[in-house]
C-alpha cells in the first residue's frame, strides 16, 4: 500500500486513521469531478481498498475522470483511535458525518460500502442528499427476513461465552473472515490485515462491531437500520452492486432484498468470489469503467429506437386466446417410461388451465414483476405453468436440468426467484440444496411429502383454487416489462442468464413463425424446448418426443417418429447430437413411423455446428423435407439460416472452407464483423468487410434486452458498436463475398501463436477429414502470442483410454491442419456441454492437454 495516501484526521474530538488521495491530486494539479467515500466492514480496514485508491490515482494521473477517494478506518478499527465507548449503529453514522463535515467534503460524493460498512456507508448517503450522486456496494445487508436467521456464522459468534473469544480475547474473527478469499490471500496480504489487529485491546472494535449486529427489533441498532433501509426507497442516484455470491455470510437473498429497494441498481455477480470480493476480483476496474459510465458520458448504451423502427408488438398470449374455444390439439406430450399415458391438450383446455392456474398463482402471493423459477420438464405442465406466469406478468426464469444439479444450483440462486415451480426431482434438490422460492409442486403431494420438500402448494390445488375464485385476471403486463430470464447452456463458462422483455420475447416468436412458416396450421416435433413453448404462442400444436432432456443424444428416431405422427408434423427441430443418435438408430423405424417422417417438411438441427453429412443423412429419413441449419444462440435464437443445398453450394465455392456455412441473416437481422489482431482479441471496428475473421455482432429486433445481474458481461457485449441495439455474440467467424455467415469458433478458444491467431474450426474440420478420425479439437497451450497447437481427436474405433497418437495418424492429422501441430492426442470421448452434448469447451481441453504435455497422469479431460 503507498504510504503517501495515509493520513491522520481530527474529527469532533477522535482522530481517525483514512486512505485519502485528496492531496495527492491536489500536489499534482488535479481537480476532481467527485469523491469516493469508502467504508470498511468488519474485522478489515480502509486497506481493503488499496487497489481502488491507486487504480483512480492512476486513472487521473494518465489523463482519464479525477477522483479522489477517501477509505476511512472507522473508530475503534484499524489505526483510527481506539474510543472505549460501545457505538452503535446511529452513532457510527454520525461518526461518518463528523469526520466528512472535517474534511469539508463537497459533492457529488459516491458513497462504497462493504459489509457492516455498507450499512453505514448507506446511512450517510440517506443523510446527505444534496452532496450524494451514486451508491456502490460490495457484499452487504440492509435487512433481515423475519421468516430466515442471521447467517450460521454470526449467530455461532453471538453465542453465550463466545463473542469476546472469537472476537476480542482471540483473533479467531479476523482469521475466520481472511480464510473466506477465493483464491487464499497471500501471506504478505493477511499481515496487512492483521496489522491493526494485534493485541486484544486493539480488537475491541471487532467484537463491539459483531455485538451491534441486530438480531431482533429490541436491538438497540435495529431502529437506526430500518430507517436506513426504507431511505434507500427514495433514493434516485446511480447504483452499482458488485457481489460475490460465495458469501456464507451475505448471500444472494440481501442482494434481492438490496435490488427490491434500488430496482434501477446496476449489478453484476462475480461468480467464483466470495465474501471478500474486493480480494477476489478486480473491483477496481469495475467501480471506475461504471463511474466513466455514469459520470463521464461514455456510457455503451442504446440510442432511442424511432416508433416507426418499433415491431408491432403481439402478446405472446394472443395467438392462445384466439382460439380459447377450439377444440383443436395444441400440444402432446409424450409418455417417457414405458407403459406411460399420452396426453393430448385442445386449445380451450390449454386457455382454461392458463387462466385459472394465473388466478390461483395470485392467490398464492405471486405478483407482477415476481420472479418464478421453473424445474418442470418439457410437457403440458411446463407450456401452462409458463402462460399463466406471462399472463401474470410474473418474470419465469427457466434453466433446463442439462445444466446439471452444479448449473442449476448456480443460475436459480443467482436469479433469486420468489417463488419455485417444480416437478419431484426438482424439489428434492431445492430442498437438498437451499434453492430459494415459495415452493410450488406440479402434482398434489401427500401431506408427508409436502412437509419434508417445504412445499406450500402445489398446481392442481392453485387451478381449483382459480376456477372457484372471482377475482379477475389482472391487467396484462406491457410491451417492455420484463418477462424471461432464460439461461445459457454453460458451455463455455458459467450459465447466464438472458433476460428478454415481452417484446422481445414475442419479436422472437414471430421470427421463429416468419422464417419458417410456422402457424396454426403447423405441427412441430420440438427436441427443444424453447420451440416447444413457443408453439401456442404461434398457434401451432406442438409434442416433445420421448426423451431424456438432460442428455438429447439418447434421443431416437422411433421416439421422433411416433411424436411427429400424433400431430401429422410439418416442422421438427433437433440439437445436433440428438439428430446424430435419431439417424444412428433408424434401422429401428417401422414402415408406419417412416411416413410419419414423410409428412415432415421443414427440419431444423441447431445449438451447435453441424456438418453437411449429418444433414444428408438426416435428409434420407426426411425425404420431403428441406434441412436447415440455422444460427443463433439464447440471446437471440435465430440470426441466419442456410439449407443443406446452399451448404453444398457454398463449400463447391469455396477451395478451402474456414469454418461452417451457416447462411445469410435472416429478416430484420444485420451482422457486423469486428476484426481480430495478432493475439486473437476482437479490436477491429465492427464492419461488412468480407473474408476478415474476427468476433461476430448482431442486431435484431428479438435480440435479448439484458445480461441478468452481469452488467460488466452485459456492458463487454456492447463494446464499441454501432449505433441501436448490438451484441457481440463471442463467436468468431467472418462474410463471404456473397454475404453468408462462416463459424470459425469461439473467441475465448482462439489459438495465438507466434504466427498470429489460428480459428479453431477449419483446422479441426481438415482433422477430421482423416480417415479413422470421428472428431477432433484443436487448443492452444501455453502462454499467448506463444501458443503451440495441439490436436485431440477420438478415433474410429474409439480408443479405451488417453494415449499420445500412433506415428502414423500423427503424421496424417499433420498433413492437412495446416499449421504446425506440436502433439495429437487420443482419447476415447470428447468431453460435451450438457444442454446440447456437442459443445467441447476447449478453454478446459487446453489446460488439461497442458498437463499432458507437463507428464501429468493420462486421465480423461472432463
Known sequence: MDDSFSRLVPAAGRTWHVLDSGPVLTDEGLEPVGTILCVHGNPTWSYLWRSLVSAATDQARAGGPVWRVIAVDQLDMGFSERTGVERDLTLRVGDLSDLTDALELSGPVVTFGHDWGGVISLGWAVDHPDLLAGVLLLNTAVHQPESSKIPAPLRLTLGKGVLGTATVSTPAFIETTLALAHPPLALDVKEAYRAPYRSADRRGGVGGFVADIPVDASHVSDAERRRVAEGLRALTVPALFLWGPRDPIFSDRYLDDLVDRLPHADVHRFEGAGHLVAEDVDFAS?????????????????????????????????????????????????????????????????????????????????????????????????????????????????????????????????????????????????????????????????????????????????????????IGLPEAPGADDLAAILFTSGSTGPAKGVAYTHRRLAALCSTLGATYGVGPSTGIVAGFAPFALLGPALGARSVTPAMDVTSPATLTATAVAAAAAEIDATVLFLSPAALTNVVATAGDLSEGHQQALNQVGTFLSAGAPVSAALLESAATLMPNAVPHTPYGMTEGLLMTDVTLDEVRAAREQTEAPQGVCVGRPIAGVEIRISAL??????????????????????????????????WLTDRASRRDVPAGRWHRTGDVGHIDRDGRLWIEGRLPHVLSTPDGAVTPVGPEQRIESVPGVRRAALVGVGPRGTQVAVAVVETEPGARKVALSDPELASAVRDVAGLEVAAVLVVPLLPTDVRHNSKIDRTALATWAASILEGGPLVAPR
Not at 352 to 358: G, M, N, P
Not at 683 to 688: A, D, F, N
Open 286 to 470: 469495475a467501480t471506475l469503467s461504471w463511474l466513466g459510465d455514469r459520470f463521464g458520458g461514455s456510457e455503451p448504451q442504446d440510442p432511442p429506437v424511432p416508433a416507426t423502427a418499433q415491431p408491432a408488438f403481439r402478446s405472446l398470449l394472443s395467438a392462445l386466446d384466439e382460439r380459447r374455444e377450439s377444440d383443436g390439439v395444441a400440444l402432446v406430450e409424450m409418455p417417457t417410461t414405458p407403459g406411460g399415458t399420452r396426453t393430448s391438450v385442445t386449445w380451450r383446455g390449454l386457455a382454461r388451465r392458463v387462466d385459472r392456474l394465473a388466478k390461483g398463482l395470485a392467490l398464492a402471493g405471486v405478483e407482477r414483476g415476481d420472479r418464478v423459477s421453473l424445474l418442470v420438464p418439457p410437457g403440458a405442465d411446463l407450456t401452462a405453468v409458463l402462460y399463466a406466469c406471462l399472463r401474470l406478468g410474473a418474470v419465469v426464469v427457466v434453466a433446463d436440468a442439462g445444466l446439471g444439479v452444479k448449473g442449476l444450483t448456480r443460475a436459480v440462486r443467482g436469479a433469486w426467484p420468489a417463488h419455485l415451480i417444480g416437478a419431484l426431482p426438482g424439489l428434492s434438490a431445492a430442498r437438498a440444496l437451499g434453492w430459494p422460492g415459495q415452493k410450488i409442486s406440479t402434482t398434489a403431494l401427500p401431506a408427508a411429502a409436502q412437509k419434508a420438500l417445504g412445499v406450500a402448494h402445489s398446481v392442481p390445488e392453485l387451478v381449483s383454487l382459480g376456477a372457484a375464485s372471482a
Open 677 to 710: 489482431d495478432r493475439d486473437g482479441v476482437a479490436r477491429g471496428k465492427p464492419s461488412e468487410v468480407v473474408d476478415t475473421t474476427g468476433e461476430i455482432v448482431v442486431s435484431a429486433p428479438h435480440l435479448f434486452d439484458h445480461y441478468d445481474r452481469l
